[in-house]
């Protein structure tokens, strides 16, 4: 597509359960950022992904939380046993050069998820 | 750790009044600096952004935005707002080699 997808948009789920999301980045970029955004806040940065390189996993939050990302293709974040705190939007970008490098981000429309 | 401040949680203005979004960040080396927005309904998209060279940098829409090096600061300004312009705007630095750091955001209602 042209654009960074994500699925599922909306995702109801009950406390305890795992979560699965998904994230298509734009064709050919090898830099995908996961994110996430609280109500009323700012973006919080999870994790970084660069081509074959080991990801920066210093922003997520607790080992609940895990990615992978196969090559430069598709991403999916993981939350197990999920917490009503996990409640968010969580967004996905990417980016055809890497960090440092000035370049910009192409965001998804973002996976709400609501925890029960 | 770098951190971004903005000041400015909620802003309304009415029609054709100027905008100052202030921005401040955190972080003493080389920096990159960038403005996103995200219109109601829409993801979000880059306004405009610093990575050297002129510290006045010009963006999409009419805005623009200064680097003050020594203030640590990267506001974003625009001499007449439209109703079209009501999204939420949000400040980002990206250092070092460390993942773009954003802002908590800034509402802007403009009122017809």
């Known amino acids: 597509g042209a654009g960074v997808s994500q699925s599922p948009s909306n995702k109801v789920t009950e406390k305890g359960k795992d979560v699965e999301l998904r994230c298509d980045p734009i064709s050919g970029h090898t830099a995908l950022y996961w994110y996430r955004q609280r109500l009323g806040q700012g973006l919080e940065f999870l994790i970084y992904?660069?081509?074959?390189?080991?990801?920066?996993k210093s922003g997520l939050p607790s080992d609940r939380f895990s990615a992978e990302r196969t090559g430069e293709s598709v991403s999916t974040l993981t939350i197990q046993r999920t917490q009503q705190e996990d409640s968010a939007v969580y967004l996905c970008?990417?980016?055809?050069?890497?960090?440092?490098?000035?370049?910009?981000?192409?965001f998804g429309e973002g996976s709400r998820l609501t925890v029960l | 750790a770098q951190s971004v401040s903005q000041h400015n949680h909620h802003v309304i203005l009415s029609e054709a009044a100027s905008l100052e979004l202030g921005c401040n960040y955190s972080y003493g080396g080389t920096v990159n600096l960038f403005w996103y927005v995200q219109y109601p309904g829409q993801h979000l998209q880059l306004l405009l952004k610093y990575f050297s060279g002129d510290p006045l940098v010009k963006g999409i829409k009419g805005f623009e935005a200064e680097f003050i090096k020594s203030k640590f600061s990267f506001n974003l300004r625009k001499p007449s707002v439209q109703w079209s312009d009501t999204a939420e705007y949000f400040c980002?630095?990206?250092?070092?080699?460390?993942?773009?750091?954003f802002g908590s955001g800034t509402r802007l209602q403009v009122q017809p």
């Open positions: 992904f660069q081509g074959n390189s080991a990801p920066d």
């Open positions: 980002a630095v990206n250092a070092g080699r460390r993942a773009l750091t």
């Open positions: 970008a990417s980016s055809p050069l890497p960090e440092g490098f000035g370049g910009e981000l192409f």
